[in-house]
């Protein structure tokens, strides 16, 4: 094959390559990365006169340690001189074991197993088979649907998108084809005793039809990153025991200290039956995610009839991934990471306050190392990305948003900038 110049395989790209939510041909302006080291992607042509960019994105909220780390290179390294893949069935491995050992003992105490899936989608996709096989098998067919509240966001395959927000959303495409859940309000950002009485009463009421509640837990992301109460989970997990329903948590974006706690359930002391991660869960570095749940859900589901949890993806408990995790997870809690996510909080507490005076800003929202500036008016997209990158710094605005969820070794220079970043996109945008 010849050496592609940067405009070839821009041309490539643009003739051939789908991109999430893209259109084919693709006519989106791409930047081509050509590297990506600590918190900046070097790219191969300059745009907008810069030839690095700060991610403040983390690559969608999952490369909390920034790009080329010593310690994730090595992990991944050395895993691969020793095996990248082996097929799960009827094999097991030290990698994937250990970090199946470490995932039980940093998430909430009752969960005990754990399955290892290849995308965030897929591990949602698990957790709802767990809870609508869990009700099959002790007895309980009807038990079938899922309850969540509107806002939310669970990926991109078929029951995931079955509960994500069914209005304005990204599937609303698919509505009529996809399976009919049930849908509360979105929760209010402080905790409002008429909601949690609405909450309690729609899952009392439709108990024997519901199989589970799903939801994220304090953050809202992709639905239109809007925070909660804590509280809730806790009227979740009532409500959910005195009615015989599941309760699953969806941490994915939410885990790995990115809300200021270990997993965003922390905040509430709250312990679900299933959880899905994923993002964080190899620093960014290699698809991964995980489904957690209960010893009684696991036992409920070999008491059935089919004893077995049917599901097993070729890439399952990849290796590479799961020793690049373990690392990952090592790196996190052997620093002080609620200190970072607090001092990234008070950055973009401080930064992001500016936001307030430029006009067409609705609203601006911090928690952890999340930073929103929601408009009064939907986002130009091509403006907003373009001041941002004049600024140097990588951001994805949509709908009515201009968000941050910066690398944790973000320093306070580039987080400034970052911040500065964000509010020209909102000036502009
Ligand atoms: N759940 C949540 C809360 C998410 O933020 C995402 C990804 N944006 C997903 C599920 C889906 O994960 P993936 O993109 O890895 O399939």
Not at 262 to 281: E, I, N, Q, R, T
């Amino acid at each position: 094959m010849p050496e592609h110049s940067p405009a070839d395989l821009l041309d490539l790209d643009r003739r051939h390559v789908w991109h999430p939510y893209g259109p084919m041909p693709n006519r989106q302006e791409q930047l081509l990365v050509e590297s990506a080291s600590g918190v900046r992607l070097r790219l191969a042509e300059p745009a907008h006169g810069q030839r690095e960019l700060i991610d403040g994105m983390a690559s969608w909220w999952s490369a909390v340690h920034g790009y080329n780390h010593p310690v994730l290179n090595e992990a991944a390294h050395g895993q691969l001189d020793r095996m990248s893949h082996v097929m799960f069935g009827g094999l097991t491995h030290g990698p994937a074991v250990r970090l199946a050992a470490r995932l039980v003992e940093i998430t909430p105490g009752p969960l005990q197993h754990v399955f290892l899936s290849d995308s965030g989608s897929v591990s949602v996709e698990v957790a709802v088979k767990m809870c609508l096989q869990y009700w099959r098998s002790v007895g309980k067919p009807a038990k079938q649907r899922l309850l969540t509240w509107r806002g939310g966001y669970h990926g991109d395959t078929w029951q995931p998108m079955s509960v994500c927000d069914p209005e304005g959303g990204m599937h609303e495409l698919w509505q009529g084809a996809l399976p009919r859940q049930l849908f509360v309000g979105a929760p209010p950002t402080e905790f409002d005793e008429a909601y949690a009485r609405e909450l309690r009463e729609t899952i009392a009421r439709h108990a024997d039809e519901l199989a589970a509640v799903i939801v994220e837990p304090v953050v809202q992301g992709a639905g239109g990153m809007r925070f909660h109460s804590p509280e809730y989970l806790r009227v979740l997990r009532e409500a959910c025991d005195a009615s015989g329903v599941l309760l699953v948590l969806d941490e994915i974006a939410s885990g790995f200290g990115r809300t200021g706690a270990l997993f965003a359930a922390d905040h509430a002391a709250v312990s679900p039956d299933v959880m899905c991660v994923g993002k964080a869960l190899t620093g960014g570095y290699l698809s991964m995610a995980a489904t957690l749940c209960t010893s009684e859900v696991a036992e409920g589901i070999s008491s059935g009839e089919v004893p077995v949890l049917a599901h097993g993806p070729t890439f399952m408990g990849n290796p590479l991934a799961a020793s690049v995790a373990l690392a990952s997870i090592d790196l996190l809690l052997g620093q002080d990471w609620q200190g970072e996510v607090k001092r990234i909080e008070a950055g973009l507490r401080d930064g992001l306050g500016a936001a307030r005076s430029i006009e067409g800003v609705r609203e601006v929202r911090v928690l952890g190392a999340i930073g929103v500036v929601q408009l009064d008016h939907p986002v130009d997209m091509t403006a907003a990305t373009a001041a941002a990158v004049r600024e140097g710094v990588w951001l994805r605005p949509f709908r009515d948003l201009i968000y941050t969820m910066p690398p944790y070794v973000t320093d306070d220079d580039d987080l400034a900038t970052i911040c500065r970043a964000v509010c020209a996109a909102a000036r502009e945008g």
